[in-house]
């Protein structure tokens, strides 16, 4: 027999999420549909937005010397806030009245809404109204003046050192919390009752909520204002905490944990914290033509991909705050207001999160330390949250801006004109810099870090340093890709080239290997012209643009439509579990022109067995494919013989497609030619971990939620949601993706 879901304790739910996912800019979304009251709690100093409500925040931080004084003090509050936004609106009303707009007569439910939606939308309107950064406006100052002055005047007739449980305590005329809710919410100009919500308290930067008062250790500040939320539960009211903060078990604790038995007992129970945030909404959506290599690797292109807020803030920036955008995400994912000269152990892990699909074994709470330092301050997503955060799931999801940030940190700081930077034995002890492979070891010995059973992750560091590499090697004029602006021209969108975001294939490989390989010919091809053509000539303009890897989840991503996506995230990926003959795919492009006619080059096996190409692709291009055997005692690049030919002087096709195939034996200096001295250890260190996969769309039972986490991380599966908001693609793309077998 199911079991029958408890009445809720109280209508309230914790939202959280980090910095810059538009958790403010959602809410704001629904002032302008149903009757919105937002109260910012954050310190009168932060830089916060929306600016804090000074005067609320005082009253919130006062230190009251019983328990029953603050409980009285929430009573006031909340009695005075909700009586001040039935004055607001009547006001309103009334202005409508002598200007003569018609208002709806409300007739039933449906009158009510429009109604209140009209009244939300002008309410927001002048709650709103001169906001700056830092202060708020006229209005909505002088609302919380009068909020304050009216729970000041909130002067309790029957106060008692011990109440009775959930008692309501009366003020001026008699006045209560119940009384002020009703009125609110069903005041003679309503005139229909309804269960959903009719207003929204919201309290921003509530974690000061939580935050135990000194000397006492059974109450919060926020136990006390939820007693009273409590006494309104029957009414249309509903109550969220807005925090960036990972640290909120209050908010919505374990059974166990709680102080009030009917909670304990689970006769009453409280609502999951949310955690679902847009994603991609101010992007700019690739189409089938138009769009090249230097316009999708741009700044521009760039800071629109993910989060809302660094899209918002530089379209509404000025040309230097544009210029200067990198710099101002480096402050929000290293928590720093500066640019430091050295790295904590959690901004390194932070970098590192950004450009490799890390992820964290499940634990208990006391173990999460890591994942919650991440998303309170260095902006890892939440993608689902239980009740007491017992349950966490996070990620870092694909975002092109964040991960340049992280080159920047880190990749220019090991690379130099293509030479490893020396790092002074001092300076690597005050952790000025740990080469990528090193800080993922460090972190392994202290975490619960997952990096997987294949030496995946590994592969993905060795080939991310090798891209950065590759972007230090001094270049002529002439070896930037065909449309580069070198001349004075500051545009950020199409600025990809001359920042170097770009580089070839033979680069790549000169900065990856040991060995040079770019006179070796291919093992297998498709037409016999072909069998003599080395790869540097097979290669040439053909580009390579990532920053960062994707861990897909689907097996029919590693198709040319999606991966031609990847590239205009500057993305590689890294397949799904389980992916017939290829583990890693790095898309590229022969010339600039990011159109599905043009070729592209994937590391990978058979390219129709995996799906790469489909059936009918008759003159595919040529195709390099890398093994790296990592845990190979032996050290060695080398490329497989050909088959022996028919006859002397002669050629007959191989295959159904050209491969250039190179197989990368151990993990050394002599493979690999990133690999610095005494890098060796860490990596068969690191090749040890295993993978413990957790999907958050399981933890989620209705089809919305589960959209917005697909959103939340894009292009790892071939679901629409996954890229809907931010690409065009054709219909069916990827039904004819399964494993396709290659006719002989």
Not at 46 to 75: C, I, K, L, N
Not at 96 to 105: L, N, S
Not at 112 to 122: C, F, G, I, Q, T
């Amino acid at each position: 027999m199911q079991q029958k879901t408890p009445e809720p304790y109280a209508r309230y739910a914790a939202y959280t999420q980090s910095s810059g996912t538009g958790k403010s800019r959602m809410n704001d979304e629904l002032a302008k549909k149903i009757i919105y009251i937002p109260v910012s709690l954050a310190a009168d100093n932060s830089d916060t937005f929306p600016p804090p409500d000074v005067e609320a925040g005082d009253w919130f931080a006062f230190h009251a010397s019983t328990r029953e004084r603050y409980e009285h003090r929430m009573q006031a509050f909340v009695c005075s806030l909700l009586k001040n936004a039935l004055d607001r609106l009547k006001r309103i009303e009334e202005e409508w009245q002598r200007a003569g707009y018609h208002v709806p007569a409300v007739t039933g439910t449906r009158e009510v809404h429009e109604r209140m939606s009209l009244l939300a939308s002008e309410f927001r309107k002048k709650m709103g109204d001169g906001m700056e950064f830092g202060q708020h406006g006229e209005y909505r100052a002088a609302f919380y003046q009068s909020v304050i002055e009216g729970s000041r005047n909130f002067v309790p007739t029957n106060v008692q050192s011990k109440t009775k449980k959930d008692s309501p305590i009366l003020g001026q005329n008699n006045k209560t919390v119940k009384t002020s809710a009703e009125e609110l919410t069903m005041d003679p100009w309503k005139k229909a009752r309804t269960d959903e919500p009719l207003v929204i308290l919201c309290f921003d930067e509530a974690h000061m909520l939580t935050m135990s008062v000194a000397g006492e250790y059974d109450w919060t500040r926020f136990s006390e204002l939820r007693r009273v939320l409590r006494m309104i539960v029957g009414w249309p009211i509903f109550t969220l905490f807005l925090s960036t903060v990972g640290e909120l078990e209050q908010f919505v604790p374990l059974p166990q944990q709680e102080t009030s038995s009917r909670l304990a007992i689970r006769e009453l129970g409280l609502f999951a914290p949310i955690v679902l945030t847009p994603f991609d909404i101010l992007a700019e959506r690739i189409s089938k033509s138009n769009w090249t290599l230097q316009r999708v690797a741009s700044t521009h292109h760039m800071t629109h991909l993910g989060r809302p807020l660094f899209a918002a803030m530089y379209d509404a920036g000025d040309a230097d705050f544009q210029q200067n955008i990198v710099k101002f995400a480096g402050t929000k994912l290293l928590h720093s207001k500066t640019h430091p000269s050295s790295l904590t152990a959690m901004q390194s892990l932070a970098c590192m999160g950004v450009r490799i699909p890390i992820h964290f074994h499940p634990t208990v709470p006391p173990d999460m330390v890591k994942e919650r330092i991440l998303v309170g301050q260095h902006l890892r997503l939440l993608l689902y949250a239980g009740l007491g955060f017992t349950s966490m799931i996070t990620t870092c999801a694909s975002e092109p801006l964040l991960a340049e940030v992280a080159y920047r940190v880190l990749g220019t700081r090991r690379w130099s004109a293509g030479e490893a930077v020396m790092i002074a034995p001092s300076e690597r002890g005050a952790q000025k810099f740990s080469p990528p492979l090193q800080a993922v070891s460090e972190h392994l010995k202290h975490s619960y870090l997952d990096l997987g059973t294949r030496g995946e992750t590994v592969a993905a560091v060795l080939l991310l340093d090798a891209r950065d590499r590759a972007t230090t090697f001094p270049l002529a004029p002439n070896e930037l890709p065909p449309g580069t602006d070198t001349g004075g021209d500051k545009t950020l969108r199409y600025d990809g080239a001359r920042e170097r975001r770009i580089v070839t294939v033979s680069q790549f490989l000169k900065a990856l290997l040991a060995k040079p390989c770019h006179d070796i010919t291919p093992l297998e091809y498709h037409h016999v012209q072909h069998a003599e053509v080395r790869l540097e000539f097979a290669f040439k303009d053909c580009f390579v643009y990532f920053n960062h890897f994707i861990k897909a989840t689907s097996f029919e991503v590693v198709n040319q439509a999606y991966l031609r996506l990847a590239i205009s995230r500057g993305a590689a990926l890294i397949c799904a579990d389980n992916q017939a003959g290829v583990d890693i795919i790095i898309p590229c492009l022969f010339g600039t022109q990011l159109v599905s006619e043009k070729r592209h080059l994937f590391t990978a096996m058979n390219p129709y067995t995996c799906g790469i190409f489909a059936k009918d692709v008759k003159d595919p291009p040529p195709v390099l494919r890398m093994v790296f055997a990592l845990a190979s005692s032996g050290s060695a690049v080398t490329s497989p013989s050909r088959r022996q030919r028919t006859s002397p002087g002669r050629h007959e096709a191989s295959a159904k497609f050209t491969a250039y195939d190179i197989w990368c034996a151990g993990a050394g200096a002599s493979t690999f030619g990133v690999v610095q001295e005494g890098e060796q250890e860490v990596i068969d260190n690191i090749l040890k971990t295993l993978r413990r996969p957790r999907e958050a769309e399981r933890m989620y039972k209705d089809d919305e939620p589960v959209s917005a986490v697909r959103a939340m991380q894009p292009l790892s599966s071939t679901d629409r949601s996954h890229f809907e908001r931010w690409a065009e693609i054709e219909e069916g793309i990827g039904e004819e993706c399964e494993l396709l077998e290659a006719d002989e």
